[in-house]
């Protein structure tokens, strides 16, 4: 071992020479990395291999590359390129290479040397990266996706982004994922030679191709939204769209597509409206277009989920934002006697077809507080009457509803079962909030944040408010989040990561915590965790993640 080791530190001196040579390094600089790097040979040697061993070299490698990066910027010094990072490229490539033999499974490993790759271009080596991982992975589309991506947006070759959408197709024939993005790439093909003057007939075909295998209305609705965005498919998108008619026709996804299809239609006419008043006439008029077909969806397909496609296209036309004041103001009055009674009228309708679905009542009492009116108390005792045995989650929304008038029925009027009143504190936080404000949330965290059991995502929410004010305090972040850790420290790697990242983005952020965190990380952490946490650290150390 001792020999093996030598010989690899041997290899080193020409770069660390060259490196004191040229004054990037001080001969201290490299006794100590020369001591670091035979530090870390040993332990890569042993018979007993630990993949944080060769982690931790790798990382230490590519800190040396940024640091030598850095200082030549500063020098101004650009020569002996390939006789020093030439040599320490092809070290860490030799490295991740050893690993991901010994480690294949850890899809993290890989695409920790995919993120290597790309950072320092080494594009015949990614190459090979992503041969060796989709042999071992097949199963993963989305690293099939990945590889074919970077074939046709980096090296610029449809025909090898095309060869590996197809080897992945034969292994995922059900994934509609892998069709979506084999659409999006072959319609960018036809584009690109669309531009170029060149036939484009084969890249057609190819679109056709993937028409045969669609696998239901979102699909061919995720289809018809990729084929949007190029001025070219207009017969394509078509030929989707009658399709989807004729196969999905008592789909309440195909209604709510023909239904708002109908305010874009509107735009497509020769002559825009010039005036304000003319845009507002314009809008409604379509609004009243899509209204209409809802209308006849509602009695060709009268179920649940077309009511609720609806009441959501009411609420969120009622919602809408103009960036014109005056224009706003004359879609308020409009609205106030058009839209916003139709959307009363089919939330109502809705609850009463479906009294006793909880989604229902709750749509509604958005509805009535999105127009504030002053029937919400009546509607929420109302819907409690019809679902009073479905204490749950979705009876807990209905709470969430009206909030802002009953805010002491969430902690007094009723008890809840653990599995509820987890999701319970997380809409009372958000509530609070909403309607009292920052300081009201603290309160509300401060009062709940030791009352088991708690869910991640109450923690996040705090971190989210505190986040949204003018003034966000780091000592306050590092608060939530090490209360955060208490509870969840142990099964949650991406939590210290985001804590890590806040340290270092923050502008009271301290840096030099990163490192202690890190520790911390990697002690707590239980099985697998540990491996995914010390793989995305060295992600995020590179600037990919």
């Not at 030598?6 to 004054?23: C, S």
């Not at 209604?255 to 010039?274: F, N, Q, V």
């Not at 305090?473 to 590092?478: C, D, N, Q, S």
């Amino acid at each position: 071992m001792a020999e093996r080791v030598e010989q690899r530190l041997e290899d080193r001196v020409p770069e660390l020479e060259q490196l004191e040579r040229v004054g990037l390094f001080t001969h201290e600089e490299i006794r100590a990395v020369l001591k670091k790097a035979t530090a870390l040979e040993y332990k890569i040697q042993r018979r007993a291999l630990r993949k944080e061993d060769f982690i931790n070299y790798i990382q230490y490698e590519i800190n040396l590359l940024e640091l030598i990066k850095k200082r030549r910027a500063r020098t101004g010094y650009s020569f002996k390129k390939d006789e020093i990072e030439g040599s320490m490229i092809q070290r860490v490539h030799s490295l991740f290479k050893r690993a991901t033999g010994k480690w294949k499974e850890d899809v993290q490993l890989w695409l920790s040397h995919v993120a290597f790759c790309k950072q320092w271009n080494t594009k015949h080596q990614l190459s090979k990266v992503f041969s060796t991982m989709l042999a071992i992975h097949p199963n993963k589309p989305a690293l099939w996706i990945m590889a074919a991506k970077w074939e046709m947006e980096t090296r610029l070759s449809s025909e090898s982004a095309r060869h590996l959408f197809l080897r992945a197709l034969r292994f995922h024939p059900e994934c509609p994922k892998l069709y979506q993005e084999y659409f999006r790439m072959e319609l960018m093909n036809a584009e690109k030679q669309r531009k170029e003057k060149k036939e484009f007939e084969r890249a057609k075909m190819n679109l056709m191709g993937c028409l045969i295998f669609v696998m239901g209305v979102e699909f061919r609705l995720a289809l018809l939204s990729i084929a949007k965005l190029f001025d070219f498919t207009h017969d394509l998108q078509k030929e989707i769209l009658e399709n989807l008619q004729a196969e999905y026709a008592d789909n309440p996804l195909t209604w709510d597509y023909m239904a708002r299809r109908e305010l874009e239609l509107g735009s497509l006419k020769a002559t825009e409206p010039t005036t304000k008043q003319a845009k507002v006439s314009e809008m409604t008029q379509r609004e009243e277009r899509c209204c209409a077909v809802f209308e006849e969806a509602v009695t060709a397909v009268p179920t649940e989920d077309m009511w609720k496609c609806y009441i959501t296209f009411c609420l969120e036309r009622c919602n809408r934002k103009t960036n014109s004041e005056e224009l706003k103001q004359k879609l308020q009055l409009l609205l106030e006697s058009s839209l916003s009674q139709k959307a009363a009228e089919v939330a109502e309708a809705a609850a009463k077809r479906f009294s006793l679905s909880v989604e229902m009542w709750q749509m509604r009492l958005q509805v009535l507080i999105q127009l504030k009116s002053d029937n919400v108390t009546q509607c929420f005792e109302e819907a409690f009457k019809h679902v009073k045995s479905k204490v749950c989650a979705g009876f807990m929304d209905l709470h969430a509803c009206i909030g802002w008038k009953t805010s002491d029925i969430y902690l007094k009027d009723f008890f809840l079962p653990p599995a509820e009143s987890v999701t319970m504190k997380e809409k009372y936080l958000d509530w609070a909030y909403r309607n009292g404000g920052y300081k009201k949330a603290r309160r509300v965290f401060t009062s709940l944040h030791e009352s088991h059991p708690l869910s991640l995502d109450f923690f996040k929410k705090m971190i989210e408010i505190e986040k949204e004010q003018e003034m966000c305090r780091m000592l306050r972040l590092r608060e939530y989040y090490e209360r955060a850790l208490r509870e969840f420290g142990s099964v949650n790697s991406d939590l210290w990561l985001e804590y890590i990242k806040e340290e270092l983005s923050h502008p009271q952020g301290k840096p030099e915590h990163a490192g202690s965190i890190h520790w911390r990380a990697v002690k707590m952490l239980e099985g697998d965790q540990v491996e995914d946490f010390i793989s995305k650290y060295t992600l995020l150390q590179t600037g990919h993640l």
